[in-house]
């Protein structure tokens, strides 16, 4: 890491909460609608629950395949999307701009 002075703190895009729950990529759509497509997985192989909180400003969520196309529609209250994931399950979410 390299120290750079006068920097302010920055907030992160996207956290997760939730035992084994990892980020593994934040990349906009490849539209180039610039919504925000974000990669979840399981990395204990347990089941287990939490939450992504996106901290942008974003409309509805929906989940997406690898190659991002539309899935199904998910709930999300205010930039906060509950998950529950299986074992080394892969979930990957879209969020759409306003």
């Not at 690898?66 to 709930?75: G, M, Q």
């Amino acid at each position: 890491a390299r120290p750079v002075s006068g920097a302010r703190a920055v907030e992160p895009l996207v956290t997760v909460s939730g035992e084994g729950l990892v980020v593994s990529s934040v990349k906009l759509a490849a539209d180039r609608s610039g919504d925000l497509v974000v990669r979840v997985y399981e990395s204990t192989g347990a089941r287990t629950q939490g939450e992504l909180r996106v901290g942008e400003s974003f409309g509805r969520v929906e989940e997406i395949s690898l190659v991002e196309d539309p899935i199904a529609e998910v709930s999300a209250d205010g930039g906060v999307v509950a998950l529950s994931l299986g074992a080394f399950e892969v979930r990957t979410l879209r969020f759409h701009r306003n």
